[in-house]
């Protein structure tokens, strides 16, 4: 299908753009973006050099994807970069920054919900499924993995890593790393329990439930994990998850 480009939008001639996009009123693409197709773009956003968008993504209006870090030490003549998969829905005044490492770009991957006002900072890599709820702001090299749900507010200190599965109450200050399938808030914030109702939506039921609420108490109580049985696909998943090296620990327990 056509695209449907309006008249005030301003799209460079090194632009790439797919089939059936829709740019709005005012938004401005630069040079060497790539937008796949059904992507859909509205009024007044700003996409700049070496972005890379996917397919069948919305862009709400005023977002600003690829500008550059806010890090004093960074050389803006490097070649960095924003990329952005597939199915995709951002909000209206959401900023994302383009990395600062020319190997490697500020990622986000697909089927995300990225709700208005939030900042997503240089070298941030964003798994699948997940909700960032209004106003959630990410520092610099903050991983968050898949299906994982932030409340609107959240702050996340740089180097955090968020794991799979886990909820953050709106508001939480997180300056440590979340624990995949745990639920944490409160204030000083902590881990308080298993996210239930996340982790069996997910399809985590029965025997695979069983041995991560005995996981769970036993990081609560500071033991190992390593020898609970079943040894399931989940419960490998969260030893591997401790296994890498964190730049920041983790929150502890209530």
């Given at each position: 299908?056509?695209?449907?480009?309006?008249?005030?939008?301003?799209?460079?001639?090194?632009?790439n753009i797919g089939h059936n996009v829709e740019i709005g009123p005012?938004?401005?693409?630069?040079?060497?973006?790539?937008?796949?197709?059904?992507?859909?773009?509205?009024?007044?956003?700003?996409?700049?050099?070496?972005?890379?968008?996917?397919?069948?993504?919305?862009?709400?209006?005023h977002v600003i994807i690829g500008a550059n870090p806010q890090d004093?030490?960074?050389?803006?003549?490097?070649?960095?970069?924003?990329?952005?998969?597939?199915?995709?829905?951002?909000?209206?005044?959401?900023?994302?920054?383009?990395?600062?490492?020319?190997?490697?770009?500020?990622?986000?991957?697909?089927?995300?919900?990225?709700?208005?006002?939030?900042?997503?900072?240089?070298?941030?890599?964003?798994?699948?499924?997940?909700?960032?709820?209004?106003?959630?702001?990410?520092?610099?090299?903050?991983?968050?993995?898949?299906?994982?749900?932030?409340?609107?507010?959240?702050?996340?200190?740089?180097?955090?890593?968020?794991?799979?599965?886990?909820?953050?109450?709106?508001?939480?200050r997180l300056s440590k790393d979340v624990i995949p399938f745990m639920?944490?808030?409160?204030?000083?914030?902590?881990?308080?329990?298993?996210?239930?109702?996340?982790?069996?939506?997910?399809?985590?039921?029965?025997?695979?439930?069983?041995?991560?609420?005995?996981?769970?108490?036993?990081?609560?109580?500071?033991?190992?994990?390593?020898?609970?049985?079943?040894?399931?696909?989940?419960?490998?998943?969260?030893?591997?998850?401790?296994?890498?090296?964190?730049?920041?620990?983790?929150?502890?327990?209530?």
């Amino acid at each position: 299908m056509k695209n449907k480009i309006h008249s005030t939008a301003i799209i460079d001639e090194g632009a790439n753009i797919g089939h059936n996009v829709e740019i709005g009123p005012y938004s401005i693409v630069h040079k060497n973006v790539k937008i796949g197709d059904d992507t859909k773009i509205e009024s007044h956003c700003v996409i700049y050099p070496g972005s890379e968008i996917g397919n069948n993504n919305f862009i709400h209006d005023h977002v600003i994807i690829g500008a550059n870090p806010q890090d004093l030490k960074f050389d803006i003549n490097l070649n960095t970069h924003v990329k952005i998969l597939d199915n995709n829905i951002i909000r209206e005044y959401v900023s994302i920054h383009r990395s600062t490492n020319e190997s490697k770009p500020t990622k986000i991957f697909s089927n995300n919900m990225i709700m208005a006002n939030s900042h997503i900072g240089h070298d941030c890599i964003i798994g699948n499924n997940i909700v960032i709820t209004n106003a959630t702001l990410l520092a610099g090299n903050v991983m968050i993995e898949d299906f994982a749900v932030l409340g609107g507010n959240t702050l996340v200190h740089q180097f955090v890593r968020i794991g799979k599965l886990s909820m953050v109450s709106g508001g939480a200050r997180l300056s440590k790393d979340v624990i995949p399938f745990m639920l944490i808030g409160r204030d000083p914030v902590k881990h308080y329990c298993l996210n239930k109702v996340g982790i069996k939506r997910y399809g985590i039921s029965d025997e695979s439930y069983s041995v991560l609420s005995k996981a769970f108490r036993l990081l609560k109580k500071g033991q190992p994990i390593d020898n609970l049985e079943p040894m399931t696909e989940d419960l490998q998943y969260l030893i591997s998850w401790f296994s890498v090296k964190s730049e920041r620990g983790c929150h502890t327990f209530i």
